[in-house]
């Protein structure tokens, strides 16, 4: 196995993942083929072709009401031949939507195959099915706060600095 190619593979994945939670809808779009096929939910959400998929994320996660941390871990990637690869991913997931204080939680397994166009590796299929998803709403939580946020905070804490008065 060639490890510079397995470690292609692994920041692909990771570029998907960061562009996914920061929403650089133009970054995703070259983690696909372009011919890419995704199946959310264990299929209750499917898209072909890059446009579609990255549509739908945009639609479904655009809002910067919708806060997302997406990790995942434990990859196997297998090797299929020159330019093909397959890869299993378990995720970890949390979601927090403000605009209906909620928040999900949940785990799942990512299944991908992956193709190399033009010496870059790209998404050819990815879909994961959830091991489990729990919602909660957040106001059961007595003082939870959200005291930093990407776009209304720019990212900084609210919490005063150590030792200031």
Same mark, same amino acid.
């Given at each position: 196995?060639d490890? !510079?190619?397995?470690e292609? %593979?692994?920041r692909l994945?990771?570029?998907?993942l960061r +562009?996914?939670?920061?929403?650089?809808?133009?970054?995703i779009?070259? +983690?696909?083929?372009?011919?890419?096929?995704?199946?959310? /939910?264990?299929g209750?959400?499917?898209?072909r072709?890059?446009?579609?998929? %990255? $549509? *739908?994320?945009?639609?479904?996660m655009? $809002?910067?009401t919708?806060?997302? /941390?997406?990790?995942?871990?434990?990859?196997?990637?297998? *090797?299929?031949?020159?330019?093909e690869a397959?890869?299993?991913?378990?995720?970890?997931?949390v979601?927090?939507?403000?605009?209906?204080g909620?928040?999900?939680?949940?785990? $799942?397994?990512? =299944?991908?195959?992956?193709?190399? =166009?033009?010496? !870059?590796?790209?998404?050819? =299929?990815?879909?994961y099915?959830?091991? *489990? =998803?729990? !919602?909660f709403?957040?106001?059961?939580?007595? &003082?939870?706060?959200?005291t930093?946020?990407?776009?209304?905070?720019? &990212?900084?804490?609210?919490?005063?600095?150590?030792?200031?008065?």
């Amino acid at each position: 196995m060639d490890l !510079v190619e397995l470690e292609a %593979v692994k920041r692909l994945k990771y570029r998907y993942l960061r +562009c996914l939670d920061l929403k650089l809808w133009d970054e995703i779009r070259e +983690c696909f083929t372009e011919d890419a096929t995704a199946a959310y /939910s264990g299929g209750k959400y499917a898209f072909r072709g890059r446009e579609a998929i %990255v $549509a *739908f994320l945009e639609r479904a996660m655009g $809002a910067t009401t919708f806060l997302s /941390s997406h990790r995942v871990h434990h990859p196997e990637i297998h *090797f299929e031949g020159d330019g093909e690869a397959r890869g299993t991913w378990a995720l970890d997931d949390v979601v927090i939507e403000t605009r209906f204080g909620i928040t999900i939680r949940g785990a $799942a397994f990512y =299944e991908d195959r992956y193709r190399k =166009e033009g010496g !870059v590796w790209r998404i050819a =299929e990815t879909g994961y099915r959830r091991v *489990f =998803e729990e !919602v909660f709403p957040r106001a059961s939580i007595a &003082g939870l706060e959200l005291t930093a946020h990407w776009w209304e905070t720019k &990212g900084q804490s609210r919490l005063p600095a150590p030792g200031a008065e």
